[in-house]
Antibody, heavy 121, light 110 residues
Framework: QVQLVESGGGVVQPGTSLRLSCAASGFSFRSYAMHWVRQAPGKGLEWVAVISIDEKREHYADSVQGRFAIFRDNSKNTLYLQMNNLRPDDTAVYYC??????????????WGQGTLVTVSS | QSALTQPASVSGSPGQSITISCTGTSSDVGGYNYVSWYQQHPGKAPKLLIYDVTYRPSGVSSRFSGSKSGNTASLTISGLQAEDETDYYCSSYTRTSTFLFGSGTTVTVL
């Protein structure tokens, strides 16, 4: 079965960096675009970034553009999110999500359990 | 990149049907048939209910259905059940190859 397991969250100070990982299993990781989605405490979902199967296409939400970088290692079935210059409003649970099976870039059909990032001094 | 607009809350009695709207623009909801809907219980990851406006993934109850007219998509829950009481989000692909989520709707079963 499809499994996505995020790791790397924690408490960090504003202005610092953190790298999240998402280990994938149960499907052909290299065949699907992958996303990061976040949810601030008590708030709604916010899409963060997407990466294509060949890493040639990356897109970001305006709120993280220039500070976050999404990348993947298809040989390790792992997705990453490098987060730099973190701000308190980046505090959220970060989910990795798999592109839907039926139409490319249209939906998110499997999600991890999430990893909490807290940015606070 | 503003969130798609959803009503904050919708309520209904058991057995009734309710509809949640999701309003965007011609650059997202209205421009593509790439609207999806998610159900999220407290403390859990979201679950895909509807993709590509109207399609249900395998295993999702037929009580959930989706539609779209212009810049507004809708999720209808028929035969409302107690287990449906939770949060729902829409999402759409956009013309800049990014994605937007809706503001979220809490469904209450009276």
């Amino acid at each position: 079965q499809v499994q996505l397991v995020e790791s790397g969250g924690g408490v960090v100070q504003p202005g610092t960096s953190l790298r999240l990982s998402c280990a994938a299993s149960g499907f052909s990781f290299r065949s699907y675009a992958m996303h990061w989605v976040r949810q601030a405490p008590g708030k709604g979902l916010e899409w963060v970034a997407v990466i294509s199967i060949d890493e040639k296409r990356e897109h970001y939400a305006d709120s993280v553009q220039g500070r976050f970088a999404i990348f993947r290692d298809n040989s390790k079935n792992t997705l990453y999110l490098q987060m730099n210059n973190l701000r308190p409003d980046d505090t959220a649970v970060y989910y990795c999500a798999k592109e839907g099976d039926h139409t490319a870039w249209s939906s998110f059909d499997y999600w991890g359990q999430g990893t909490l990032v807290t940015v606070s001094s | 990149q503003s969130a798609l607009t959803q009503p904050a809350s919708v309520s209904g009695s058991p057995g009734q049907s309710i509809t949640i709207s999701c309003t965007g623009t011609s650059s997202d909801v209205g421009g593509y048939n790439y609207v999806s809907w998610y159900q999220q219980h407290p403390g859990k990851a979201p679950k895909l209910l509807i993709y590509d406006v109207t399609y249900r993934p395998s295993g999702v109850s037929s009580r959930f259905s989706g539609s779209k007219s212009g810049n507004t998509a809708s999720l209808t829950i028929s035969g409302l059940q107690a287990e449906d009481e939770t949060d729902y989000y829409c999402s759409s692909y956009t013309r800049t190859s990014t994605f937007l989520f809706g503001s979220g709707t809490t469904v209450t079963v009276l």
